[in-house]
């Protein structure tokens, strides 16, 4: 197809898909600090400070720490 609509599609398609993958790694490195961080102090890092530190509200923290099921 030639329609140079069907191009911008496809181009802005596979740009959505890419910067939801970039998001994704973000999330995961996020993820991951959060833990080591109430890991490592969980006294100073509650869940309303890591809420507040990070920018999001205490029920993302809660979801992000909720223990991860194995298998």
Not at 20 to 32: G, H, K
Not at 40 to 64: F, H, M, N, T
């Amino acid at each position: 197809m030639s329609d140079a609509r069907v191009a911008m599609a496809r181009q802005l398609h596979h740009q959505a898909q890419d910067a939801l993958e970039v998001a994704a790694r973000y999330r995961d490195q996020r993820d991951d600090l959060v833990r080591r961080l109430r890991a490592e102090d969980p006294q100073r890092w509650s869940y309303s400070a890591l809420a507040k530190a990070v920018g999001c509200s205490p029920e993302l923290i809660a979801v992000i720490l909720k223990p991860r099921k194995k298998g």
